[in-house]
């Protein structure tokens, strides 16, 4: 079971309407290091996962991401509102129009859907734990990359939190890691 | 640290981003007698905090989990992402 909380983890601002920023953060709503598929790897994983320890991170950890796609959702959102034709035209957007008019979509900054194959769900607790730490490192550079492409304050802001949560989650992942580790060890030990 | 001033949903969201950080910490560290007596004090305050913005702004959780409401104010908006 899950529940919805009506309101986001972190504030979402924008200065300003910015159609060709909204589509390079478009990566991290259905791209190959984004939020979505952050989520469906780690609540995917944790059925295989051997102690209560493991379990819960990966529950806890996905759960927080969902609420990062929703602020990814809500940048987007904001970037596109009441764009005009032109903007979307001159954001390079018009194809993503033409398909999905101002639907927030899945799918990377090219358009490109989201798919599964962006993740791993292997079984082997040892191997998920180190995708999941490479998945951290890789969110984290993306949102480097996104807040190097931007001037505005306000949404730097928001971009800066997802970063640093990044960093929280390989530094929890790595624990996790270390500790499954040792429990499977002493598991071989007898 | 909370300010007495913030708006209702800034108190919300700086507790639970505690409550978060406090979470994953201690799923880690289970032991840690300390950080399990900050999320305690964080989850009481949590609690205060939540029953002050709801009675102010509505329902932060669907499915009962705000208690018995007089009216059906969950579907008012803004939703979070217009706010």
């Known amino acids: 079971m899950w529940l919805y909380e009506k309101k986001l983890q972190y504030p979402v601002r924008v200065s300003n309407p910015d159609s060709k920023m909204a589509k390079y953060i478009y990566t991290q709503f259905g791209g190959p290091n984004g939020e979505l598929g952050a989520a469906v790897r780690y609540l995917s994983q944790r059925y295989t996962m051997p102690t209560g320890r493991g379990k819960g991170v990966l529950t806890d950890i996905g759960t927080e991401e969902l609420a990062h796609w929703e602020m990814i959702a809500t940048m987007v959102y904001k970037l596109t509102k009441g764009a005009s034709i032109t903007d979307i035209k001159q954001a390079g957007l018009g194809s993503h129009y033409a398909i999905w008019d101002s639907g927030i979509f899945p799918g990377d900054s090219n358009g490109v859907p989201f798919t599964t194959a962006y993740i791993n769900v292997m079984g082997d607790p040892i191997a998920d734990l180190h995708e999941d730490m490479a998945a951290e490192q890789k969110a984290r550079a993306t949102y480097e990359n996104l807040i190097r492409l931007t001037d505005d304050v306000d949404l730097m802001d928001g971009l800066k939190f997802l970063r640093e949560r990044e960093v929280v989650h390989f530094q929890r992942f790595g624990e996790t890691l270390d500790y499954i580790q040792g429990y499977m060890d002493s598991k071989k030990a007898f | ?83």
Not at chain 2, 4 to 18: G, I, K, R, Y
Not at chain 2, 25 to 36: E, G, I, K, M, R
Not at chain 2, 41 to 64: K, V
Request: aromatic residues 14%; glycine residues 4%; proline residues 7%.
């Open chain 2, 1 to 83: 640290m909370v300010k007495q001033n913030m708006n209702p949903l800034q108190t919300v969201q700086e507790l639970e981003f505690a409550l978060v950080e406090l979470n994953l910490y201690l799923d880690t560290h289970p032991n840690d007698q300390n950080a399990l007596a900050a999320f305690n004090d964080f989850a009481s305050r949590y609690a205060t905090a939540r029953a002050t913005y709801e009675a102010q702004y509505g329902p932060l959780a669907n499915f009962g989990n705000s208690g018995p409401t007089a009216s059906w104010t969950w579907i008012d908006e803004p939703w979070p992402w217009e706010i």
